[in-house]
């Protein structure tokens, strides 16, 4: 077992978690050397002579063998971390939009510097699902990944279903907890869990995929009017990540989607996140965890400062058997569409109508639509037209 | 990557999927040299030519790299096993009664003729548990391990509370449903849960436990009184087992328990199981899955066998780091026990008692008793007296 120099970039809550478990545990060898931070003057637990503000002391210590990137700025972040491996420096990384923009080039620069680079903690916090996508679920009889991949919007849809609070009620109190990220439209509108997607589509599949390939849509529009008819059908409303392989075509979205109450999905509240899996062999197979916060994510990063220790490294399996291709172009998606005016939305964009009803102040479709269809009609950027999908399964 | 040469001793569900599944994916590279059975006049769906009953015709073939065991016989199935690694073959195995068994020796033969051995199907078929302890969880953040480990059980126990069958006529649609083991004993009076129990203790905790130091009682006892006790509380009964380290002191045991029908344990259905992990870190992380039945288990000696393509091994970190020990001793619980006749049960075994109920037919004390009093209390050896966990958190 290998004894590991670590580095960290930013000591926010996730940095000032992992100080205090790293000194508690006996069962991982690491000592933190530096901890680069941009704000000196600010007040912190620890001695000062830990910091640092400057990024070569970490980056350029030929000592330190382990860099841990914890900081907020994705485009800052990367420059960290391919610096990092240029160096020969192992990685470890949350950073979910920086990972999801710059897979294809994080890829290369393990191989062309042999330096690994681990990011459990950037998809699903606690729930160790790219490890499993990696190590167990590594032959090819995988079929589905999908799940509740957000814990802010789940807190929110959760306190609107459970205790009947108000969209923006339920939203700052998802700020105020410490969940919804800094800037909230990338909770809101889906961004967030699209780029777990997009790692996921990676270790499940084998499939680069950059983030404007998969549709995204948010829970911001979920009015009075869906939360009804919602709970008419017996359901709640969750935003649910999907991607799917079917033959040599692997295919993804992100989208609200009507679960039964009764569903396993209803029952994953606030901000727990859950992840399905299903295989030919295996069947569905359930991971439930906390999906936001500091503790969560730092027990992911952990785990992966853990992994160093024994040389583990990320091996791309699929990537290397798979030949598979990334495209929605022939799904088909049954939908709930609801809207305000005559004309707001386009019927003939659907390959079939199951219903429709028009009220004074409401109207609503529910069809079969094909999802680049979708992703192409003009009526979805009207915020008074709102999508759900309508439930696929349990 | 390796390619592998399999024998297989067994040709029942599991090695019949597993052999399909093998001819199916392109991910896995291994071949089906020979497979040994026992009784060769039976009609079988593959050509005759792959079978042996001569087990030294796989054990002691040196092109064999990878034994396969899947067998009923626990004593039969160690020879086979312990010959293998002996001969440096690798082993996969789901045999959880005698793996629960011969845990040390296993380990050391694994040590001594650097022979890997692995078992994932052993511990609640389907769900990577043993896999997620030993590469996930490898720190000593752990601080418990618990969940539904028998999908028979809970099968019953399913059908007991959500479509009021009586016990006899649950067991026996277990029985059809292919789902009971052979005897139905070790499901029903929880030695199947403890034996993977010990597994897990040893793979979580780091220490051997041999089933005999651990307590586990079924539900063979549960009548229609306790039944309605549990729906008078809110609650449904499940089969769980239970392990927990506190300081350099581990302890387990597994016994039925009342759990709130608004739980994540009541959610668990039928065949499926459950494993709730906690650590000081990621909190509750919960994993459901399918936990009896041949494409569960087939999955994950799919997975074990994918696994040694790349020359994977347990390696055992916990009991390697630990100098833990295993101890009920100062273990307390909160128990409901019926019973019908005063002085049926002795009061005075309990440290306190929170309720006590007697009618003309039934009794029961809820209080706080001593584990190892309540394992040797003569009173519980009375098959009128039945004890069901007073929940201890969801």
């Given at each position: 077992m290998k004894n590991l120099t670590i580095g960290i970039f930013g000591f926010g809550c996730v940095g000032q978690g992992l100080w205090k478990v790293l000194h508690e545990t006996r069962g991982i060898h690491a000592d933190i050397k530096k901890i680069c931070i941009k704000h000196p003057e600010k007040q912190r637990p620890i001695d000062p002579g830990h910091f640092t503000t400057d990024p070569a002391a970490i980056?350029?210590?030929?000592?330190?063998d382990v860099v841990v990137e914890l900081i907020d700025d994705a485009e800052a972040a990367f420059e960290i971390v391919s610096r990092a491996l240029r160096n020969g420096k192992a990685v470890v990384s949350a950073n979910k939009k920086m990972i999801a923009y710059r897979l294809p080039e994080l890829y290369n620069l393990q191989h062309q510097y042999d330096a690994p680079f681990l990011y459990?903690?950037?998809?699903?916090?606690?729930?160790?699902i790219i490890r499993n996508l990696e190590e167990y679920y590594d032959n090819d009889l995988l079929t589905s990944v999908e799940g509740i991949f957000n814990g802010t919007t789940n807190f929110i849809l959760t306190k609107i279903f459970e205790e009947n609070l108000d969209f923006p009620t339920a939203l700052r109190l998802a700020q105020t907890s410490g969940f919804a990220e800094s800037d909230p439209s990338l909770d809101i509108e889906a961004y967030d869990p699209k780029y777990k997607l997009c790692i996921l589509l990676l270790h499940a599949f084998g499939v680069f995929v950059h983030p404007e390939q998969v549709f995204n849509f948010g829970?911001?529009?979920?009015n009075d009017f869906d939360i009804r008819f919602a709970r008419s059908q017996g359901c709640e409303i969750k935003l649910i990540a999907h991607c799917y392989k079917s033959g040599d075509r692997v295919s993804g979205y992100c989208l609200p989607r009507f679960v039964p109450k009764s569903s396993r999905y209803a029952g994953i509240k606030n901000e727990y996140n859950a992840v399905d899996l299903e295989s030919a062999f295996a069947e569905s197979q359930f991971f439930i965890g906390k999906g936001a916060g500091d503790r969560p994510t730092g027990s992911a990063v952990l785990s992966d400062i853990s992994a160093l220790t024994y040389h583990y490294k990320y091996e791309y399996k699929k990537y290397a058997q798979n030949g598979a291709t990334f495209s929605n172009e022939p799904t088909t998606i049954d939908l709930y569409v609801r809207f305000g005016r005559e004309n707001q939305v386009n019927p003939g964009d659907f390959l079939e109508i199951y219903e429709q009803y028009s009220a004074r102040n409401a109207r609503y479709i529910v069809g079969k639509i094909a999802l680049d269809k979708l992703q192409a009609?003009?009526?979805?950027?009207?915020?008074e037209v709102n999508i759900v999908q309508w439930g696929q399964r349990d």
């Open positions: 980056l350029e210590d030929p000592e330190i459990e903690g950037s998809c699903c916090a606690s729930i160790p829970i911001g529009r979920i009609a003009v009526w979805l950027n009207d915020p």
